[in-house]
C-alpha cells in the first residue's frame, strides 16, 4: 500500500519523470522546482533550457507510461515512493541540498520518524570491533534509538543483526528488491520483514561502485549522528562521517589500537573532533543535548529560494559572461557569482541551463565545473 500522499497523481508521475530525466540530478531538480512551482511546468520547461545550456538534442524525458511502471514496480515489492516536499518523506533528510527527490521505502515505515543514530565502519572488521557494533546497536535499540547503516559487510551487518528486534533502516545502493552483498541476503529479508529498507534508485537497479557515496549521504541525512567503529584512512565510513558534519549532524567515533590500521580513520576522527565512544551510554548522554538539524520544511519553503528576477530570462551578454569564468577545475559558485557581477538568481539559472544542456558538472561544496 502507497503512502498518503498530499500530491495529485499527475504531479506524482511528472516529479518521478523529471528527476529520471538525463541531465537532472537532486541539486537541478530542487531548483527547477524552485524556479517553476510544479513538476508538470518545469518538465515542459527543460527542452528549451537545455537548448540555452548548448545542447542540440532535448534530454531524455521518460514517458507517463514508464513513470507509472517504476511506481507499480515498486508496489509490486512492497516499497512506497516518498517525495520531496511531500507527507512521509523523512523530515531531516529533506534539509539537505542534494536530497533525493524520491525515495522508497520497503518495510515499516514509521522508523523514519523515530530518532536514529548510524553506525557505519570497516567491512573487513575484527571480532571485537564486531562485538563492539553489536553492543551499541543493542544499548540505542533499548533506548528507542533506531539504527542505521548501509548493510555493507562486517560493522553494518552487525549493527543491523542486533538492533532488529528494536529497529534498523537499511540505506541500500541499489534497489529494494536486488540483495546486496550476497552474504547478507538473509538479513536483508529480516530486516524488510521487522525493519526497514530505504533506497533513492528504482526497483531492479544493481548497485555499481558509483552508487555507494551517494547512498551514504542519505544514511547521514537521516539520523541525528553517526558513530564510526573502525575504518581505514581512506573508507567510504569516513565519506560518510565527513557528509554528516557537513549536515550538521554530530560524529562519533570509537578508539582502536594505532597499530591496527582499521583504527586509523576512527583515531583521525577523534582528532579532529569526533566524540569519542567507548558504550552507547557516551552517545545517550548527548543525543538529550542533540537538535534536530532543521525541521521539516514546508511544501512552500522547500522549493522556495528563488529571487524576484528567477523568472526573468538572462541575456546572451550575462551568459557568455558567466561562461568565460568556467573551466575544468570546480569553481564555488559564490565566486562566480562575485567575479561576474550577476545576481545569485542569474548566475543559478544561466547554471541550470548549462547543466540541462550537459556543459558543466556539479561537484560537492556548491562547486561547479566544464564537463
Do not use: C, W
Amino acid at each position: 500500500m502507497e503512502a498518503s500522499s498530499s500530491l495529485p497523481q499527475a504531479e506524482r508521475l511528472a516529479r518521478l519523470r523529471l528527476i529520471r530525466t538525463e541531465t537532472v540530478g537532486p541539486i537541478t531538480y530542487r531548483q527547477l522546482m524552485a524556479r517553476y512551482g510544479t513538476a508538470v511546468a518545469a518538465l515542459e520547461a527543460v527542452p528549451l533550457l537545455a537548448r540555452r545550456g548548448g545542447r542540440a538534442k532535448p534530454p531524455t524525458i521518460p514517458t507517463r507510461a514508464a513513470a507509472e511502471r517504476e511506481l507499480a514496480a515498486a508496489a509490486a515489492i512492497g516499497a512506497e515512493p516518498l517525495f520531496l516536499g511531500d507527507t512521509g518523506y523523512p523530515p531531516l533528510v529533506s534539509a539537505i541540498e542534494d536530497a533525493p527527490p524520491v525515495l522508497y521505502a520497503r518495510g515499516s515505515r514509521h522508523l523514519l520518524d523515530t530518532p536514529g543514530i548510524a553506525i557505519v565502519g570497516a567491512r573487513n572488521a575484527s571480532a571485537a570491533g564486531r562485538r563492539m557494533a553489536g553492543d551499541l546497536a543493542r544499548g540505542l535499540g533499548a533506548a528507542g534509538v533506531a539504527v542505521v547503516s548501509g548493510l555493507a559487510r562486517g560493522i553494518d551487518a552487525a549493527a543491523h543483526d542486533a538492533a532488529l528486534a528494536t529497529g534498523t533502516v537499511a540505506v541500500l545502493a541499489g534497489g529494494a528488491d536486488i540483495r546486496y552483498p550476497r552474504e547478507n541476503a538473509a538479513l536483508q529479508d529480516r530486516i524488510a520483514a521487522q525493519g526497514l529498507l530505504v533506497t533513492e534508485a528504482p526497483p531492479g537497479t544493481e548497485p555499481q561502485a558509483r552508487h555507494f557515496p551517494r547512498r551514504n549521504r542519505i544514511i547521514s541525512g537521516l539520523v541525528l549522528g553517526v558513530v564510526v567503529v573502525e575504518a581505514a584512512e581512506r573508507s567510504g565510513s569516513l565519506i560518510t562521517a565527513r557528509l554528516a558534519g557537513e549536515q550538521g549532524r554530530e560524529v562519533f567515533a570509537v578508539p582502536g589500537s594505532p597499530l591496527d590500521p582499521r583504527a586509523k580513520g576512527a583515531n583521525r576522527l577523534l582528532r579532529d573532533g569526533a566524540h569519542l565512544v567507548e558504550s552507547a551510554r557516551d552517545i545517550l548522554e548527548l543525543l538529550d543535548s542533540m537538535r534536530r538539524p532543521m525541521e521539516e520544511p514546508g511544501p512552500r519553503a522547500l522549493f522556495a529560494g528563488a529571487g524576484p528576477d528567477a523568472r526573468a530570462e538572462p541575456s546572451d551578454d550575462e551568459r557568455a559572461r558567466l561562461r568565460l569564468l568556467l573551466s575544468p577545475a570546480p569553481t564555488p559558485i559564490d565566486d562566480l557569482v562575485r567575479l561576474s557581477a550577476l545576481t545569485v538568481d542569474r548566475v543559478l539559472t544561466i547554471l541550470l541551463e548549462m547543466e540541462l544542456g550537459g556543459t558543466i558538472q556539479r561537484h560537492p561544496g556548491g562547486r561547479v565545473a566544464l564537463a
